[in-house]
Structure formats: C-alpha cells, structure tokens
C-alpha cells in the first residue's frame, strides 16, 4: 500500500479521536467561559460538581435507571431470544420486526409518543417511566447480542444437563448462562451504555424530578456556558478512556508476554 | 422432570410463554405511544389532516425538511470519503497498527454523544483554538462558526463517522486479498485492479453504512438543537421546539410521522435489496 494511504487514514483516525481530548483540559481551566487553550489550571470545578447536588443527584439518577434498565432488559429478552432462536412458527418474521422496531423509531418521534402517553399514565418524571421507555429502545441490540450467542451454542450441553435431571431452569443457571457468560455481559453492558447515555426521550420523560446525567449536561450547554459541565464530559470520556488504555495494555501486555 | 420434547419447529407453551413478556412489554410500552402518536397528528386539537397540510405544503416547513435531507446528505457523503481510507488501511494492514486505529474508532463510537458535541462547541467556539488559529494568520474577527449550518454539520460527521467506518470495515475485512494478486500478476495496474475489483466489493459496505449513517442524521436530535443553527433547524429540533415552546402535539405529531415515514421508506428500500439483516453486520 502507497504510504499517503496509510497517512490518509491515520489522519482520519486522529480526525475520529483527538477532538474529544478537548474536554479533559477544559474541566480544569480557570477560566468561566470556553476559552482554549485555559488561562490556567485547578480543580474548582471537581470541587463544585461533587458538592452540587443538581449534578451529583442526575449522576446517581443515571445510574439508578441505567441499573433498573439493564435488569429488566435481560429479564425479557433472554427468554424471548431462546423462543426465537430455537423454533419456528407462523408469524415468526412480523415478531422479528416488531422486537426490532425501536431501533428503526427515531428517538424524538417515540419522545413525543412518551411526553403524553407517560402524562396520562402518571409516569412522567418517574425512575419507573424512564426505565421503561429505555428499557424499549435498549431490547434491540440486546435482543441481538443474546440470540448471536444462543445461535452458537451448542445444544448438546443442556441435552446432557436435562438427561442427566436437571430441569430447564436449572439447566440454565448451570450450563447456559455459564457458557454464554461473554454473550450476556455484552449485552447487559451495552443495555447499560446506552440507557446511561440516552438523551432524547430522558428529556422529555425525566423532567427535573429523576433529571438523568446527560439530561443536565444537555440543560447546562442549552441555558448558560457552566464550566462545572465539562467535568461531567470529562468523567464520561474518563470512563472510556480507562476501559479502552486497560484493554490496550492488556494486549500490549501479552503480546509482549508471548514474545 | 421436565422431559424436552421441543422439536425446534413447533413452539410448546412454555416456548410461548418465555416469548410473550417482551411482545407484551413492546406492544404496551412501545406501539401503543406510537400509535398515541399517529392519533395525535390527525386528532389534536381537533380531527382531520390539516397538519400534513401544512408540513409538506407551507414554504417553512418544507425548507426545514429539505435542510435536513440537505445535510444529512452532506454528512454521510463526507463520512463515506473520510471512512473509507480508514476503513481499506485499517482492513489491509491489520497489525499493531491497524488495532489502535480501529481502537480510535471505537473509542470514539463509545463516548456519549453529549461529549462529543460539546467537545465541538469548544473547538468551534469563538474563543476555541480554530478561532484563535485565524486570528493568528490574520483573519480578525474570525467568522462565527457555531451555532451555524456548517457546525453542526461538523460535529454530526464526527458523531457518525464511526459507525461509517465498522460498516465499511465490516465488509473490507471479508475480501480476499488474493483476488487483488491475482489481478496484479495478469498485469492489471494497483489502480485499475482497486476500481475494477476492490471497489465493487466494497461497494456493500459504503451502501449499508450510508444507510444507517443517513437515517440517524435525519433523526438526529441533540447536536443540531445544541449547536446548529437556531434560525435552520432540522426536523427533529423542529419537533422538540413545536412541544417544549408551543405546546403544539398535533403539528408535532404529524412532523414526527413523516419523519417516521421517511425513516421507514429509506429502510424498506435497503430491506428490499439487500435484506435488513445485513445492516447490523
């Protein structure tokens, strides 16, 4: 391959990655609006956001629903990708398109569906209704990741489990889930990522009540340029970044090892 | 003892009772407020179609509408020239190399959109490093760059191009190198055997990511209503604006229908081609 190809794509890739850098700087600028690069450094910020319950509750609202969705998304779509993977029957294909179908809505369009149906339902501005209106758009993909692995499990494990008196359920906990435990952490994980980081319909749905943490961020760069937000950007970038250097150095790692 | 007698083509009840929760859950929870939606545009405040009138004949709303197909055209084109040298080096020279940029790209897939965006609201901004790099070469004032057609283009382009690029990836990695030797040694030049044969083989990728890519941008809500521009919305702020400031369900409604229908039609035509099965990879 010519080496202008090569540069080409590095540069995309730094394209793709080093804007996002911008934020870690910000969160310790002294300076109250956005200026870049910061007149100077401290931890102010941190100071404010940790002792501002406007920004500590939407964080710990984020988690609250982020957890309650993950748990019921995995209690409905681990029984369903098992009905689905394993039989056949009539109408199987409309099912398939229905469990797809909050991927394929626009988050907006089922945003003003919640904003009234939720108002006449009493679940505005409730952990419950935020969870189950996340727990909707997060189904697909784990719906997804679970049958991806079911697909590829061999059936044989539970045969020999049941044969030998396990019942179905028990054969689950102690074969199934096991052997698929990558496949469920994925899902679950992602589940977890994306109601953690669901804006739209949070907007609409959580009102100032049960406020989620991009809620807030979203209120915070609409309404006034408050510098506590680039720390919250900075610990959610923060996360990302840890996760993705301790893969890194995981594989660098035993490359190294395997050396 | 529960004996399994399941044969995998005949569902026995309890195969039907596992499924039922989700079917149940997604009807109550998920078609009920999107019907909800549906009645609203032809219902609120009072019955009848006018609202569809209006969103596809009056002058604004059809510029609002065509602003949004506008960009989102000039987003997923830019995302196809950005993604796909990325895409062919990353698929060609694996390695170490090819591992960090598609770990760049990951990266980025996985930070929330609300940081991205503000990361452009930074860089774009009138006191950001873009600005202050023209004025240092002498453009003084610097032209306004946020809160304008051209940012929020940016920063959707950003936003998306990694999903651009794993649908690209996703098929490059699957051509056989050998081909392309092949073409070589029967005296094909690197160029004509990258049009004739890498190309075409690609072409999948660049038509299901520009799907995917096109369809989310038209959808877009966040980053246009944070940093594009307040006087040429898209579709999506429109909406939010037409509940949050009027109050108005039935209009909002009905552009959030032909929203869905744009969205849907776009998906039919991918699924009648190619098979929508294909889009997630």
Known sequence: MRPTMILLGIAVAVFVALPIFIVLPMSFSTSPSLAFPPPGYWLGHYAHFFRDPTWTGPLINSFIVAAGTTLLTMLLVTPAAFTMTRHDFRGKSAINVLLLTPVIVPHIVIAVGYFTYFAKLGLLQTYLGVILAHTCLTSPLAFLTVSAGLKGLDRNYERAAQSLGAPPIVAFFVVTLPVLRAAFLVSALLAFVHSFDETTVALFISGRDVATLPKRMFDAIRLQADPVLSVAATLLFGVVLAVFAASFLRKFFKAGVSR | ?281
């Open chain 2, 1 to 281: 003892m529960t004996p399994t007698k399941s044969t995998p083509h005949r569902p026995d009840r309890l195969a039907l009772i596992l499924l039922a929760p989700l079917l149940v859950f997604l009807v109550v929870f998920f078609l009920v407020p999107l019907g909800e939606v549906m009645w609203m545009s032809i219902t609120e405040p009072s019955f009848g179609f006018g609202h569809y009138g209006k969103v596809l004949l009056d002058p604004h709303y059809r510029r609002v509408v065509l602003d949004t197909l506008g960009t989102s055209l000039m987003v997923t084109t830019v995302c196809v020239l950005l993604a796909y040298p990325l895409a062919y080096v990353t698929a060609q020279i694996g390695g170490t190399i090819g591992a960090v940029l598609l770990m760049l790209v990951a990266m980025s897939f996985w930070t929330s959109f609300l940081v991205r965006t503000y990361a452009w609201m930074i860089i774009l901004g009138n006191r950001g490093p873009v600005s202050e790099l023209l004025k240092a070469t002498g453009w003084d004032p610097p032209p306004l760059m946020l809160f304008t057609r051209f940012s929020s283009t940016v920063a959707l382009t950003h936003i998306l191009l990694p999903i651009m690029v794993m649908a690209l990836y996703a098929v490059m990695r699957k051509i056989d190198l050998n081909i392309m030797k092949a073409a070589a040694s029967l005296g094909a030049t690197p160029f004509s055997a990258f049009r004739n044969i890498y190309f075409p083989l690609s072409a999948p990728g660049i038509v299901s990511g520009s799907t995917i890519v096109f369809v989310l941008c038209i959808g877009f809500y966040v980053t246009p209503v944070l940093i594009g521009s307040p006087r040429e919305q898209m579709i999506s702020g429109m909406i939010g604006a037409q509940i949050e400031e009027f109050l108005a369900f039935g209009e909002a409604s009905a552009m959030a229908m032909v929203l869905l229908v744009v969205t849907v039609a776009i998906l039919a035509v991918y699924h009648r081609f190619f098979g929508l099965d294909k889009l997630w990879g």
